[in-house]
C-alpha cells in the first residue's frame, strides 16, 4: 500500500507534542537567536506586503483587493519559519499540547514563549529600522511612507476588546497554518497550506503580534519624517494616538493575548482533547 504525503490529524497531534518537548529543550542562545531570525523574516513579509500593496490599500474602493494581493505576500515569512527555521512565538503557543500531555513543565513552555518573543521583537525592529534607514519609504512618490504610518495608526487605535478578537483569529488561522505543515511531508504540501491560511488571515484584517513589532514601529519611525506624515493624511489627533506606549500597551499586549488564546486554545487545546486525551488518560 502507498504511503501517504501527509499525516493524519491524530498523527500531527502527537507530532506537536514531540516538537514541544524539542522547543522546551533548546537552549537560550539558539532560542534568542532563532526568534530573531523569525521577527526578521515575519517583518520582510510584513513590508514587501506592503510595499506591493500600498495604492491599492490608500484608496478605499479598492482596499480589499489591496489585502488580498498583500496576503499573496504574506505568507512567505511562515514559510521561512517553517522551512527555513526560526522560533515564532504565535505558531510556539501549539507547545500547550506538550504541557497537557505531561511531558514538558508549563514553566518550559513560558521560557520558550519569553525567549522567542524578545527574539522576534528584536528581529522584526531590526528589519522597521532598516527600511526607514535605507528610504525605501520614499516610495511611490512617499505614500509607502504614508501608508505606513497610517496602517500604525490603526492598529494603535484599536480598543483593547476588539484588539485582542482580532488577535485569537489570527493566530487560530496561523497556528492552523503550523498545524497543517506539520502535516504536509514534503516542501511542496508545506507551502501550500502556509500559503492559503495565511492569505485568509491577511486579506481578514487580523492582528498579528510579531507582525505588528515590525507594523507599529515602522509607523514610529516614518511618523519622524514631516514628508510622510504628510503623505499619510492624517490629522494631529490620530497621529497623537500613534507612540511607543500606544504600541505596547493598547496594541502589542491584547494582541498578544488573542494570539495565545487562538492559537493555544483553539487549536492546542481543541486537537489535544480530540485526540490525545483519552490516549494520555489510557
Known amino acids: 500500500m502507498k504511503e501517504s504525503n501527509y499525516l493524519s490529524p491524530a498523527e500531527i497531534a502527537a507530532y506537536a507534542s514531540d516538537v514541544a518537548v524539542k522547543k522546551a529543550n533548546t537552549g537560550w542562545i539558539k532560542l534568542l537567536v532563532l526568534g530573531f531570525l523569525a521577527g526578521a523574516f515575519i517583518a520582510f513579509a510584513s513590508e514587501g506586503s506592503t510595499m506591493a500593496a500600498?495604492?491599492?490599500l490608500a484608496n478605499p474602493e479598492t482596499y480589499g483587493l489591496g489585502k488580498a494581493l498583500a496576503g499573496t505576500i504574506f505568507g512567505a515569512g511562515l514559510m521561512f519559519v517553517i522551512i527555513a527555521g526560526g522560533e515564532l512565538f504565535t505558531g510556539n503557543t501549539l507547545m500547550i499540547i506538550g504541557v497537557l500531555d505531561?511531558?514538558?513543565?508549563?514553566s518550559a513552555m513560558l521560557r520558550n514563549w519569553l525567549l522567542v518573543y524578545i527574539g522576534n521583537f528584536i528581529g522584526s525592529l531590526f528589519v522597521a529600522w532598516m527600511m526607514s534607514y535605507s528610504g525605501l519609504f520614499h516610495s511611490g512618490a512617499n505614500d509607502l511612507g504614508g501608508i505606513t504610518i497610517r496602517i500604525a495608526a490603526s492598529k494603535t487605535a484599536l480598543d483593547f476588546g476588539p484588539a485582542l478578537v482580532l488577535g485569537l483569529m489570527c493566530n487560530w488561522l496561523v497556528c492552523l497554518a503550523v498545524w497543517m505543515a506539520y502535516g504536509a511531508k514534503d516542501v511542496t504540501?508545506?507551502?501550500?497550506?502556509?500559503?492559503?491560511?495565511i492569505w485568509l488571515f491577511i486579506t481578514s484584517g487580523f492582528e498579528h503580534s510579531v507582525a505588528n513589532m515590525y507594523y507599529i514601529p515602522a509607523g514610529l519611525f516614518a511618523?519622524?519624517?514631516e514628508v510622510y506624515v504628510t503623505a499619510s493624511g492624517l490629522?494631529?489627533?490620530a497621529l497623537g494616538g500613534l507612540g511607543w506606549g500606544g504600541f505596547l500597551i493598547?496594541?502589542?499586549l491584547p494582541v498578544t493575548m488573542g494570539n495565545i488564546v487562538g492559537g493555544g486554545l483553539f487549536v492546542g487545546v481543541a486537537y489535544w482533547f480530540v485526540y490525545r486525551r483519552k490516549q494520555k488518560e489510557g
Open 235 to 237: 490629522n494631529a489627533e
Open 223 to 225: 511618523k519622524t519624517n
Open 54 to 56: 500600498f495604492n491599492l
Open 250 to 252: 493598547r496594541n502589542l
Open 102 to 106: 505531561r511531558r514538558i513543565h508549563i
Open 189 to 197: 504540501g508545506k507551502v501550500l497550506v502556509i500559503f492559503f491560511a
